[in-house]
């Protein structure tokens, strides 16, 4: 969807005699039914005004092409302005990201700037301008037929028409291979000229916008290329090589996302514990319909899962073109009826009702994913619902999916592979941790290397010695406050009887945590490891969950008051005590259970009550 489509001429005189901010207003009103907002209203004044100003230059052609507001299909990213045209070479298509910005700060990350994005809005992180431009042309080149079809070239660039260079927003350390692949424009009079240089090089002569129809009506589906190189890097790789039900499963949910259609909804609930392979499924599902020509997406609530394959899954692609298969949860607020044909929900279980920074957008990420697919896929663990916001148990799924017209089907998978195989070591834990009675009282730990260490020390030492695969790390429950958040020469988690101090992987974007090698140093959370798996874990148990007279009880207050997963509890208890407590208790002991399943080979750990410490001990075979 494009808001506004014009000649040059025409958009020259619009912005002269029809107030350019108003007819653009007027458009998108049509287009959307929403009125725009209003600092929409005042940048498209702005900085159309000034795009206005580079325009008027007679070695631009007055048939170049001018577009607005241009709607990247099934995404909620618009590319502010696009100018068509051709060279000697081809039809070329300039795309322009603008900014009103004339301060910004660095953050010290690849790519990633801070800014007021909004008034007086505070500081906060986002895509560079270049790194946007440059990704929505990515983006296009891998899912737009037209452009992959037709070999329309396409430029990026971005222009901070109010930005005086500081060596900041040009810093070259961390935008400069943006710059190059998406030049950047700043204020002033030199500054325009070099923009209207850039445009006469890539935009010759005028095609009446002829190239923004042909775009903005091209079929969405990804590129043989992008897809082909997806399969490519996955065969051969025995971490996606499917296994005994993984691969009934697969075959199944792909014949049912195959026969889906907008008549014909399909809904898909594949249950499976820890080590099941669901997320080994859910990549190959990917690629697999990908290779279909079906549009689909990887989503998930967590960021970690989604960043780490896609870092495995990168190869020789560039990362903004596999970054377009993958998505949030909370990504389909305005998407349309059965705008994809798939989309691929890995760790269900974690979806929450509402989106957004603030959780105030949309209605419920169920819903809204089975609205925007002909076939949503969902794989759920019931047991690893870890806090109050998550709302994507598997009844619930079935529940919408039935309230909605859609067809479902039950899959289940059973033969886990991490614990060693272990299917005794998984019955032991539920037992133990108070989650349901088994037959399992003692572990036998010649069949799972599982210990109890004396000193969180003694678990990072025994960690770092099983790490030479970068496949071993230690994690906690959320008991300390993340203080070098504020202060990166504080520690968070201080045992001083131990002489003991770590920070929590929080210190940076911990989406890759897993995988950076430095980590091993850190603790992680739950957040940045559910979804995921090691080789060995450490996990420090914390005073939110301790023995005592031989059974095990938690304690809310015990936790950080900056865990976000129990936040709100106190409140919810004034209202409902007993269902509250029991909701908080389970979070607890599922959050342990999924923290303690992450190691394939091995599970190493220390609880800092010594009581804890002992009954854990006294429920292994032998003790």
Same mark, same amino acid.
């Given at each position: =969807?494009?808001?506004?489509?014009?000649?040059? /001429?025409?958009?020259?005189?619009?912005?002269?005699?029809?107030?350019?901010?108003h007819?653009?207003?007027?458009?998108?009103?049509? *287009?959307?039914?929403?009125? /725009?907002?209003?600092?929409?209203?005042?940048?498209?004044?702005?900085?159309?005004?000034?795009?206005?100003?580079?325009?008027?230059?007679?070695?631009?052609?007055?048939?170049?092409?001018?577009?607005?507001?241009?709607?990247?299909?099934?995404?909620?990213?618009r590319i502010?302005?696009?100018?068509?045209?051709?060279?000697?070479?081809?039809?070329?298509?300039?795309?322009?990201? #603008?900014?009103? $910005?004339?301060?910004?700060?660095?953050?010290?990350?690849?790519g +990633?700037?801070?800014a007021r994005?909004?008034?007086?809005?505070?500081?906060?992180?986002?895509?560079?301008?270049?790194?946007?431009a440059?990704?929505?042309?990515?983006?296009?080149?891998?899912?737009?037929?037209?452009?992959?079809?037709?070999?329309?070239?396409?430029?990026?660039?971005?222009?901070?028409?109010?930005?005086?260079?500081?060596?900041?927003?040009?810093?070259?350390?961390?935008?400069?291979?943006?710059?190059?692949?998406?030049?950047?424009f700043?204020?002033?009079?030199?500054e *325009?000229?070099?923009? *209207?240089?850039?445009?006469?090089?890539?935009?010759?002569?005028?095609d009446?916008?002829?190239?923004?129809?042909?775009?903005?009506?091209?079929?969405?589906?990804?590129?043989?290329?992008?897809?082909?190189?997806?399969?490519?890097? =996955?065969?051969?790789?025995?971490?996606?090589?499917?296994?005994?039900?993984?691969?009934?499963?697969?075959?199944?949910? /792909?014949?049912?996302?195959?026969?889906?259609?907008?008549?014909?909804?399909?809904?898909?609930?594949?249950?499976?514990?820890?080590?099941?392979?669901?997320?080994?499924?859910?990549?190959n599902?990917?690629?697999?319909?990908?290779?279909?020509?079906?549009?689909?997406?990887?989503?998930?609530?967590?960021?970690?899962? *989604?960043?780490?394959?896609?870092?495995?899954?990168?190869?020789? #692609?560039?990362?903004?073109?596999?970054?377009?298969?993958?998505s949030?949860?909370?990504?389909?607020?305005?998407?349309?009826?059965?705008?994809?044909?798939?989309?691929?929900?890995d760790?269900?279980?974690?979806?929450?009702?509402?989106?957004? =920074?603030?959780?105030?957008?949309?209605e419920?990420?169920?819903?809204?994913?089975?609205?925007?697919?002909?076939?949503?896929?969902?794989?759920?663990d019931?047991?690893?619902?870890?806090? #109050?916001?998550? +709302?994507?148990?598997?009844?619930?799924?079935?529940? $919408?999916?039935?309230? =909605?017209?859609?067809?479902?089907?039950?899959?289940?998978?059973?033969?886990?592979?991490?614990?060693?195989?272990s299917?005794?070591?998984?019955?032991?834990?539920?037992?133990?941790?108070?989650?349901?009675?088994? /037959?399992?009282?003692?572990?036998?730990?010649?069949?799972?290397?599982?210990?109890?260490?004396?000193?969180?020390?003694?678990?990072?030492?025994?960690?770092?010695?099983?790490?030479?695969s970068?496949?071993?790390?230690?994690?906690?429950?959320?008991? $300390?406050? $993340?203080?070098?958040?504020?202060?990166?020469?504080?520690?968070?988690?201080?045992?001083?009887?131990?002489g003991?101090?770590?920070?929590?992987?929080?210190?940076?974007?911990?989406?890759?945590?897993?995988?950076?090698?430095?980590?091993?140093?850190?603790?992680?959370?739950?957040?940045?490891?559910?979804?995921?798996?090691?080789d060995?874990?450490?996990? +420090?148990?914390?005073?939110?969950?301790?023995?005592?007279?031989?059974?095990?009880?938690?304690?809310?207050?015990?936790?950080?008051?900056?865990d976000?997963?129990?936040?709100?509890?106190?409140?919810?208890?004034?209202?409902?005590?007993?269902?509250?407590?029991?909701?908080?208790?389970?979070?607890?002991?599922?959050?342990?259970?999924?923290?303690?399943?992450?190691?394939?080979?091995?599970?190493?750990?220390?609880?800092?009550?010594?009581?804890?410490?002992?009954?854990?001990?006294?429920?292994?075979?032998?003790?």
């Open positions: =969807m494009i808001v506004y489509q014009a000649n040059k /001429a025409d958009f020259l005189d619009d912005h002269d005699n029809r107030e350019i901010e007819v653009i207003a007027t458009k998108y009103l049509e *287009r959307t039914g929403r009125y /725009a907002p209003d600092a929409e209203y005042r940048a498209w004044k702005n900085s159309l005004g000034e795009m206005a100003k580079v325009l008027r230059d007679p070695g631009i052609p007055d048939d170049v092409g001018v577009g607005v507001e241009f709607g990247i299909p099934q995404t909620s990213k502010d302005f696009i100018i068509s045209g051709r060279t000697e070479a081809g039809p070329n298509l300039i795309i322009v990201e #603008l900014k009103q $910005w004339s301060e910004a700060s660095l953050t010290g990350k690849d +990633i700037i801070a994005r909004g008034g007086a809005a505070p500081e906060r992180e986002g895509a560079h301008p270049c790194y946007q440059w990704s929505y042309a990515a983006l296009l080149e891998g899912f737009n037929e037209a452009v992959y079809q037709r070999a329309i070239a396409l430029t990026p660039c971005a222009y901070l028409h109010n930005y005086v260079q500081d060596g900041i927003i040009d810093h070259p350390e961390y935008y400069g291979d943006y710059i190059r692949k998406a030049p950047l700043l204020k002033g009079e030199e *325009r000229r070099r923009l *209207r240089d850039f445009i006469k090089q890539h935009v010759k002569y005028g009446n916008a002829g190239l923004i129809y042909q775009i903005e009506n091209g079929r969405i589906r990804p590129s043989k290329m992008l897809v082909d190189s997806l399969v490519g890097m =996955m065969k051969g790789n025995r971490e996606f090589v499917l296994i005994d039900d993984q691969k009934v499963a697969f075959e199944s949910a /792909a014949a049912l996302a195959t026969a889906a259609s907008v008549e014909k909804k399909q809904v898909v609930i594949i249950k499976g514990g820890p080590g099941t392979g669901k997320s080994v499924i859910a990549v599902l990917l690629a697999h319909l990908s290779k279909q020509g079906l549009v689909c997406k990887y989503v998930s609530k967590n960021a970690a899962p *989604r960043a780490v394959f896609k870092a495995k899954l990168k190869g020789n #692609l560039r990362l903004s073109a596999i970054d377009n298969l993958f949030g949860s909370g990504s389909f607020i305005e998407t349309g009826p059965d705008a994809f044909d798939v989309l691929i929900v760790e269900a279980h974690r979806l929450n009702e509402k989106s957004g =920074m603030y959780g105030n957008l949309g419920n990420q169920i819903k809204e994913i089975i609205r925007s697919s002909k076939c949503a896929i969902f794989f759920v019931d047991d690893q619902i870890v806090t #109050l916001s998550d +709302i994507g148990h598997s009844e619930e799924l079935a529940r $919408w999916a039935r309230s =909605m017209g859609a067809q479902v089907s039950h899959l289940e998978l059973s033969s886990q592979f991490r614990c060693s195989g299917d005794g070591y998984l019955a032991w834990l539920d037992n133990t941790l108070g989650l349901r009675e088994t /037959a399992n009282t003692r572990l036998d730990c010649d069949e799972f290397d599982f210990r109890v260490v004396d000193s969180p020390n003694e678990l990072h030492d025994l960690i770092a010695a099983r790490n030479g970068n496949k071993a790390r230690v994690v906690a429950g959320y008991c $300390w406050d $993340w203080v070098s958040k504020r202060n990166p020469d504080l520690y968070d988690i201080v045992m001083p009887e131990h003991y101090a770590r920070r929590w992987n929080l210190d940076r974007d911990g989406s890759l945590w897993i995988v950076t090698p430095t980590s091993v140093d850190e603790v992680g959370c739950i957040h940045t490891c559910q979804g995921l798996e090691l060995y874990i450490g996990v +420090i148990i914390g005073p939110d969950m301790v023995a005592r007279d031989g059974t095990l009880t938690t304690t809310a207050d015990a936790r950080s008051p900056m976000r997963s129990i936040r709100g509890w106190k409140s919810r208890a004034k209202i409902d005590p007993d269902g509250t407590s029991a909701q908080v208790d389970r979070i607890i002991r599922n959050t342990y259970k999924t923290l303690l399943t992450r190691g394939m080979k091995g599970c190493y750990v220390y609880c800092v009550d010594a009581e804890t410490r002992e009954f854990l001990r006294s429920c292994l075979r032998g003790s």
